[in-house]
């Protein structure tokens, strides 16, 4: 039984840190779809972080903060789309600078407003997302096997949680399923055939990375005002560049991502749930070493699919009208 209820509290652990990996992969899909790389989605997740617990803060309200952080996310992913669609930069080195934009600004602003090293004051009451309970939840806890399961993994988590993990259908219905979604991935693959239909070009992409700056609002918002109380300096802890890999492993498509997001979650749920244990015949593993295992598997992702994984073929290329 010991098993099992560690198995449960692996799980709802999983759930709890794939969520703002799958909405920020999710967000990815969505620009790199068009055609449009973005490597800005770790920026984007801090700031946005950074913005819904500052007015969360200081306005005793978590709607106020969540709206916060998804215009704040929106407007560097529209800068982000300013450089690379409006002027045809290089959409690598723009989505660098938005990262390091980002990591300085959050820390200087958190500074000279708040005073306490760059971090937001501690969010609390209305000022955070608050646990839901499922319909029925207690009453089914009782039941052998699915009670548990439906009980203590799949209710009791934030608002945020739900929504990442109803956004992964929502996306693939709204990519292979809408006329939005047709002329989206057609962007991404072949623009010059979308621009003689009387299709912008631009204006698609422009609402591609506006998909995206919202997802990661969403992403961001739930790091600071759901899974921790408050922002800190670089909370995002390198989360945009996994969700990258999860979305580059998965192929650019929305439920294998909403998949390879919860490996990501469940490996870091295993290393926080086992650091320090100490395992027969191997000892004490150093908390170190069980931190690092989901950096490990990005890298070992990316090394053996990166190149398996064809992208959309106009990816990464500024579209020039033809004349």
């Given amino acids: 039984m ?5 198995l449960l509290q692996v799980l709802d652990a999983t759930l709890r840190i794939s969520a703002p990996l799958l909405l920020a992969a999710l967000a990815g899909v969505f620009s790199e ?3 449009i790389f973005d490597i800005g989605l770790e920026g984007k997740l801090l700031v946005s972080a950074f913005a819904s617990a500052a007015v969360a803060a200081v306005t005793g309200s978590v709607w106020l903060g969540l709206g916060a952080g998804i215009l704040a996310s929106v407007a560097l992913a529209l800068v982000h789309g300013f450089a690379c669609i409006t002027h045809r930069g290089n959409q690598i080195v723009s989505g660098v600078a938005i990262n390091f934009i980002a990591s300085g600004i959050t820390a200087l602003l958190g500074q000279a407003w708040f005073s306490q090293g760059g971090r937001t004051p501690q969010l609390s009451g209305a000022a955070r997302f608050e ?6 939840a207690e009453a089914m806890a ?6 548990p399961i439906y009980a203590d993994v799949l209710s009791g988590h934030k608002l945020l949680v739900y929504v990442a993990f109803l956004a992964a259908p929502f996306t693939w219905w709204v990519l292979y399923r809408t006329r939005f979604g047709m002329r989206l991935r057609a962007v991404g693959e ?15 992409r422009y609402r591609a990375v506006i998909c995206t700056g919202i997802l990661c609002g969403l992403a961001g918002a739930y790091l600071s005002t759901a899974q921790n109380a408050g922002f800190i300096r670089e909370m995002s802890a390198g989360k945009g560049y996994i969700a990258l890999a999860a979305m580059i492993f998965a192929k650019w498509r929305p439920i294998p991502t909403m998949f390879a997001c919860l490996l990501f979650g469940l490996l870091d749920a295993l290393a926080i749930r086992y650091q320090g244990f100490e395992f027969p015949l191997i000892g004490t593993i150093p908390s170190q070493a069980t931190q690092v295992l989901p950096y490990v598997l990005t890298v070992i992702l990316l090394a053996g699919f990166i190149g398996r994984a064809v992208a959309p073929k106009a ?3 500024p579209y020039v009208k033809e004349r």
């Fill in 2 to 6: 010991s098993l099992f209820n560690d």
């Fill in 33 to 35: 779809r068009a055609g």
């Fill in 131 to 136: 646990d839901i309970t499922l319909p029925f």
């Fill in 142 to 147: 009782a039941v052998p096997v699915i009670g």
């Fill in 190 to 204: 072949n623009p010059a055939a979308v621009d003689t239909a009387g299709i912008s070009v631009a204006w698609m």
């Fill in 315 to 317: 990816g990464g290329v």
